[in-house]
Nanobody, 120 residues
Framework: QVQLVESGGGLVQPGGSLRLSCAAS????????VDWYRQAPGKQRELVAA???????NYGDSVKGRFTISADNTVNTVYLQMNNLKPEDTAVYFC??????????????WGQGTQVTVSS
């Protein structure tokens, strides 16, 4: 079994910063892929940032230059540093990991979601 626990969301003023964390635990052999999605009310879930094979990163156009995705494999934790936040960044943020377990099963796992609200 693998569990993901997200933290770090909250209320912040425009221009502020937050750092989201996604800690994975359980029978982890290898984390294969990492990304963050968000979903605002009435909108589809959208990809915010991803770490792809070869450790390259991709970002959605709306967050480029403001958000940074990173991972610490020593503690199986993924981060999303969000700077210069805007009201339109308000959404529930989800981490998504593709993990190979110790039993060699490769599965998708989602965090529980954390609310980010940008408002003055």
């Amino acid at each position: 079994q693998v569990q993901l626990v997200e933290s770090g969301g909250g209320l912040v003023q425009p221009g502020g910063s937050l750092r989201l964390s996604c800690a994975a635990s359980g029978s982890i052999f290898r984390i294969n892929a990492v990304d963050w999605y968000r979903q605002a009310p009435g909108k589809q879930r959208e990809l915010v940032a991803a770490i792809t094979s070869g450790d390259s990163t991709n970002y959605g156009d709306s967050v480029k230059g403001r958000f940074t995705i990173s991972a610490d494999n020593t503690v199986n934790t993924v981060y999303l540093q969000m700077n210069n936040l805007k009201p339109e960044d308000t959404a529930v943020y989800f981490c998504h990991l593709v993990i190979t377990t110790k039993y060699q099963a490769k599965n998708d796992y989602w965090g529980q979601g954390t609310q980010v609200t940008v408002s003055s």
